[in-house]
């Protein structure tokens, strides 16, 4: 969609290294939905940040909503194998949460 | 598990002929989504329900119609595939104003 841009399209990194894929909205977001999808399978709810300023992290995934509330960041600490797969950022503009606009992905390999 | 099922799960048909995808949950919650999946535009939202027999558009509903009869089920039915419905189609389900939680995917092939 793009009411909401997603960077970088695609992201090698080294095991161990840190890394960070960002979500742009074009209006401000009520809440902001981080999900992991592996390939061939469904996706799977990460996280979700509502207020701005947010930080919330699950095990070394750290995401974060800016105070404008138009940007949010996931910040990945010492990459893993298992971290690889596609990340997708959802928004809710209207505030309901009931109707989501998703980003194009972001897809993560991780080299041993 | 947010006990979501889908099927078929994976589906080739002919251009012209009806195809009607299955999403059934186990949770009993209120609302339900259809999306499709295709590259380089990430999931887009096809239609979507807040009840029995209660459904609305999405982004890219044209050439989609649903359906939804019981609770548990929700039926998306492309009545003339074509070509460029060629996608993995995702259901996903929520309790109003909650998270989303999607189901394994249909990958469907129209030639």
């Known amino acids: 969609s793009q009411e909401l841009e997603q960077s970088p399209q695609s992201l090698i990194v080294q095991e161990g290294k840190n890394l960070t894929i960002n979500c742009t909205s074009s209006?401000?977001?009520?809440?902001l939905y981080w999900y992991k999808q592996k390939y061939g399978e469904g996706l799977i709810f990460l996280m979700m940040l509502q207020k701005g300023g947010e930080e919330k992290s699950h095990e070394k995934i750290t995401a974060k909503l800016d105070e404008k509330k138009q940007q949010s960041s996931l910040h990945i600490t010492a990459s893993q194998p298992s971290h690889a797969g596609i990340y997708l950022c959802?928004?809710?503009?209207w505030g309901s949460g009931n109707k989501l606009v998703f980003g194009a992905g972001t897809i993560l390999r991780v080299k041993s | 598990d947010a006990g979501i099922t889908q099927s078929p799960r994976h589906k080739v048909t002919e251009t012209g002929t009806p195809v009607t995808l299955r999403c059934h949950q186990t949770e009993n919650h209120r609302y339900m989504y259809w999306y499709r999946q295709d590259p380089g535009h990430g999931l887009r939202l096809i239609h979507y329900s807040y009840g029995v027999k209660d459904t609305d558009k999405g982004e890219v509903s044209d050439g989609y119609s649903v359906s939804r009869s019981k609770t548990e089920d929700f039926l998306l039915t492309l009545e003339s595939a074509t070509s460029s419905q060629t996608s993995v189609y995702f259901c996903?389900?929520?309790?109003?104003?909650?998270?989303?939680?999607f189901g394994p995917g249909t990958r469907l092939t129209v030639l």
């Open positions: 959802g928004a809710d503009f």
């Open positions: 209006k401000t977001l009520y809440g």
């Open positions: 996903a389900i929520a309790v109003y104003g909650d998270t989303q939680y």
